[in-house]
């Protein structure tokens, strides 16, 4: 099953400069797998210890990731972002 990731400026030089990317991924808890999988550039940036990092925020259609199961299905998600912590000033 596919699903669309939607990704910020900062991470899009990870797939090639896409704005987004497919990934199949069944559930929340196998996404990090298939992204290691399928786009290992943009995992070595998101993941740590085969979960997202501490400063990852994952949204599924909009809602908080962190709030939501791990056995989430993705079956009728559309769009998955990833937003890595932004620092600056």
């Not at 550039?41 to 400063?55: H, P, Y």
């Not at 939501?68 to 079956?75: D, G, R, V």
Request: proline share 8%; no cysteine.
């Amino acid at each position: 099953m596919s699903v669309t990731i939607r990704l910020p400026a900062p991470l899009r030089s990870t797939v090639g400069g896409k704005t987004t990317v497919p990934i199949d991924a069944t559930d929340l808890r196998s996404l990090p797998d298939a992204i290691a999988r399928q786009y290992p550039d943009l995992a070595s940036r998101i993941l740590s210890g085969g979960t997202f990092g501490k400063f990852v925020t994952v949204f599924v259609d909009g809602e908080d990731a962190r709030f939501l199961s791990p056995e989430t299905s993705l079956a009728a998600a559309r769009t998955i972002e990833v937003l890595p912590a932004v620092s600056g000033g």
